[in-house]
């Protein structure tokens, strides 16, 4: 069976003499709302690569970068692959790159006043992106693969070419090495517990 419907207002013939509660206008209002849901869905997805893109970018700029924030010249003391460890504390310099300026939008805020549009994005940015690399960690480049590495550098910024990046979820080294204290905090009352009770906690 043919579909006649039409997804898209300027394709409906007689649309400009249809009466307001007739079929023609309920199937202009249908094509309507479907426009208006794929131009929403298609914003989304811009604002997504874009978000994305500007975090790969800040990446690229920043893993040849010496200690003390120097670009290295040198081609061949540049890293061809980093650890898991290295990898990590790079995601703590990433989420702390707005805290001179975060600080700021706290000291001039003044008690009863919203916040410019600008700076209530960049507090909500800081949270989202810390909440997500503490729980369920944050898609980084996978700078641990040496063919990554490579191409990240070779990249020219073009959001269309963004996904022959290799992305992967990493926590900040803050994070794990919080963890593993907790762990070995847990284990330890765990072992005093079963010394005193001979009861095993699973």
């Keep these: 069976m043919p579909n006649n419907k039409r997804k898209r207002v300027s394709k409906i013939k007689g649309r400009d003499k249809a009466h307001p509660y007739s079929r023609k206008a309920r ?44 670009t290295i010249e040198d081609r061949k003391a540049l890293k ?39 700076d209530e994005l960049v507090l909500q940015v800081a949270e989202f992106e810390n909440k997500e690399a503490r729980l369920a960690g944050l898609e980084v480049p996978e700078l641990t693969n040496g063919s990554v590495v490579k191409a990240l550098r070779a990249w020219d910024g ?8 290799k992305l992967v979820k990493c926590k900040p080294a803050s994070q794990i090495e919080m963890e593993k204290q907790e762990a ?6 765990d072992s005093a517990l079963t010394e005193a009770t001979g009861m095993i906690v699973s």
């Design 27 to 70: 199937q202009i209002n249908r094509a309507m709302e479907a426009e208006a849901k794929i131009a929403a869905a298609k914003s989304q997805r811009i604002e997504t690569n874009m978000a994305m893109g500007q975090k790969v970018l800040w990446f690229r700029d920043h893993m040849d970068l010496d200690d003390k924030g120097n």
């Design 80 to 118: 061809t692959v980093w650890t898991k460890l290295e990898l990590c504390l790079l995601l703590d310099e990433y989420l702390t790159r707005n805290d001179e300026e975060i600080e700021e939008i706290k000291e001039r805020k003044r008690p009863g006043r919203p916040l410019a549009a600008k």
């Design 158 to 165: 073009d959001l269309n070419s963004i996904k022959t990046i």
């Design 184 to 189: 070995g905090k847990n284990t330890t009352e």
